[in-house]
């Protein structure tokens, strides 16, 4: 009987094996995860989990029961550490061999290069949202080191918990403008100041000590609590000598090992040849882990009619009462901004040489639907697009 091991249990890893059975595969599938926790959901670690809103059962992406009634075997708590001769090896001596590999072991916080004395936290699993929501009930004034999404979430969350003193540093002049435009980023700088958060853009760390982050233009900021969210870093190590990679599992369109036709990789490990793109790419998403999934288990159930991976950049982020969607590519510099029924409802679109390729909208379901769908189905003339979006607005908006 053939054998699909799947090396990594979140959502990549997760979805892969379920849709392995959606798709016919009749044969073993052996789902691996480093931790012991069952398999659990990543995005609710920076928000309602660590609120209190949401609890560790709710974020589970698939039980005991689940597991076992679509016969998939869980190996839980103990990390690959090798691929060798067809077989993958655990850090507890199992080895488990395999006709197929999946690789969905996903990415890790980058580590603080500041040291981690103690009050330091980053977020990216279970125990690190758990300890970080203990650390943030006890109180005290709160450094964000890092203003991408997992910061910014982060400090969003703190005050909606009641917390007052929060300060998020980063050397960038704007949160977010690593995925939008400097003017349009601005406005999620407000949003923040507008809560209440303290912003240091524009200058650097220089150290993190107990109770204290020193920036480097000499300020001392006291803290409690320093989360540190600098990015992320692919866990593809433990395949080194094994299955090319270079920061990610290097794969032809279809997700497939460059080099060897029985080795897969979904999610935020897999860096993958993107024909509409020609070259290739890395998404740390949610949804593009979802999607590939799919198209994985299609390649392996289906190895005659294989499918390349297209997806269409999509990425979510509640933060207050903004409901903060990006679709497609959002980082250029031409772009107009279109009103909702009221200021917290808009959109932005992006063009380059009048192709639509992006847009980010903010408590409007309608232009966001809009904008996906064109997306996904190549209509994308800028001036087309924009007056699709425009006609989704309220009679009195426009």
């Given at each position: 009987?053939?054998?699909t091991?799947i090396?990594g249990?979140?959502?990549?890893?997760v979805r892969?094996a379920?849709?392995l059975?959606?798709a016919?595969y009749?044969g073993?599938?052996?789902?691996v995860?480093?931790e012991a926790e069952?398999p659990?959901?990543?995005?609710p670690?920076?928000?309602?989990?660590?609120s209190?809103k949401?609890?560790?059962e709710?974020?589970c992406?698939?039980?005991?029961?689940?597991?076992?009634?679509a016969?998939?075997?869980?190996?839980l708590?103990?990390?690959a550490?090798?691929v060798a001769?067809g077989?993958?090896r655990l850090?507890?001596?199992?080895e488990?061999?395999?006709d197929?590999?999946?690789?969905?072991?996903g990415?890790?916080?980058?580590?603080?290069p500041w040291?981690?004395?103690?009050?330091?936290?980053?977020?990216?699993t279970?125990?690190?949202?758990?300890?970080?929501?203990e650390a943030?009930?006890?109180?005290?004034p709160?450094?964000?080191?890092?203003?991408?999404?997992v910061g910014?979430?982060v400090?969003a969350?703190?005050?909606?918990?009641g917390?007052?003193?929060?300060t998020v540093v980063?050397?960038v002049?704007?949160p977010?403008?690593?995925?939008l435009s400097q003017?349009?980023?601005?406005?999620?700088?407000?949003?923040?100041t507008?809560?209440g958060?303290k912003?240091?853009f524009g200058v650097?760390?220089a150290?993190?000590r107990e109770?204290?982050?020193?920036l480097?233009d000499?300020?001392?900021?006291?803290?409690?609590?320093?989360?540190?969210?600098?990015?992320a870093?692919p866990n593809?190590?433990w395949?080194?000598?094994?299955v090319?990679v270079?920061?990610?599992?290097?794969?032809?369109?279809?997700?497939?090992?460059?080099?060897?036709p029985h080795v897969?990789a979904?999610g935020?490990v897999?860096?993958?040849?993107?024909?509409?793109y020609e070259r290739?790419v890395r998404?740390e998403?949610w949804?593009?882990?979802?999607e590939?999934?799919v198209?994985?288990a299609h390649n392996?159930t289906?190895?005659?009619?294989?499918?390349?991976?297209?997806?269409?950049e999509?990425?979510?982020?509640?933060?207050y009462d903004w409901?903060i969607?990006?679709v497609?590519r959002?980082?250029?510099?031409t772009?107009v901004?279109?009103?909702?029924a009221?200021?917290?409802k808009?959109?932005v679109l992006?063009a380059e040489?009048?192709v639509?390729?992006?847009?980010l909208?903010?408590?409007?379901?309608k232009?966001?639907?809009t904008?996906?769908r064109a997306?996904t189905?190549?209509?994308?003339?800028f001036a087309?697009v924009?007056?699709?979006?425009?006609?989704?607005r309220p009679?009195a908006?426009?």
């Amino acid at each position: 009987m053939a054998r699909t091991v799947i090396v990594g249990a979140s959502v990549g890893g997760v979805r892969t094996a379920q849709a392995l059975r959606a798709a016919g595969y009749g044969g073993e599938i052996v789902l691996v995860g480093d931790e012991a926790e069952l398999p659990y959901d990543k995005p609710p670690l920076s928000k309602g989990l660590l609120s209190g809103k949401t609890s560790a059962e709710s974020v589970c992406l698939l039980t005991r029961e689940a597991a076992d009634e679509a016969k998939i075997e869980l190996v839980l708590g103990s990390p690959a550490v090798g691929v060798a001769e067809g077989a993958v090896r655990l850090a507890d001596g199992t080895e488990l061999p395999y006709d197929d590999l999946v690789v969905a072991t996903g990415a890790r916080a980058r580590p603080s290069p500041w040291g981690t004395p103690p009050g330091v936290h980053v977020v990216r699993t279970l125990a690190d949202a758990t300890a970080l929501a203990e650390a943030l009930r006890v109180g005290g004034p709160i450094v964000v080191v890092g203003a991408g999404f997992v910061g910014v979430e982060v400090a969003a969350t703190a005050v909606g918990m009641g917390l007052t003193d929060i300060t998020v540093v980063d050397p960038v002049p704007v949160p977010l403008s690593r995925v939008l435009s400097q003017e349009v980023a601005a406005l999620f700088g407000d949003l923040h100041t507008g809560h209440g958060v303290k912003t240091r853009f524009g200058v650097g760390l220089a150290d993190i000590r107990e109770g204290e982050v020193e920036l480097a233009d000499g300020t001392v900021l006291p803290s409690a609590v320093t989360v540190v969210g600098i990015g992320a870093m692919p866990n593809d190590e433990w395949l080194a000598g094994s299955v090319p990679v270079d920061d990610g599992v290097l794969c032809d369109e279809h997700c497939r090992s460059v080099e060897d036709p029985h080795v897969w990789a979904v999610g935020d490990v897999a860096r993958w040849w993107h024909p509409g793109y020609e070259r290739t790419v890395r998404l740390e998403h949610w949804t593009n882990a979802v999607e590939q999934a799919v198209v994985v288990a299609h390649n392996i159930t289906h190895p005659e009619e294989l499918r390349p991976h297209l997806p269409v950049e999509y990425v979510w982020s509640d933060q207050y009462d903004w409901k903060i969607r990006l679709v497609g590519r959002t980082g250029g510099d031409t772009h107009v901004r279109l009103e909702g029924a009221d200021p917290e409802k808009f959109a932005v679109l992006y063009a380059e040489d009048g192709v639509f390729v992006g847009a980010l909208t903010v408590n409007w379901a309608k232009a966001l639907i809009t904008c996906r769908r064109a997306l996904t189905t190549g209509a994308t003339d800028f001036a087309e697009v924009q007056a699709k979006v425009e006609a989704a607005r309220p009679v009195a908006a426009r």
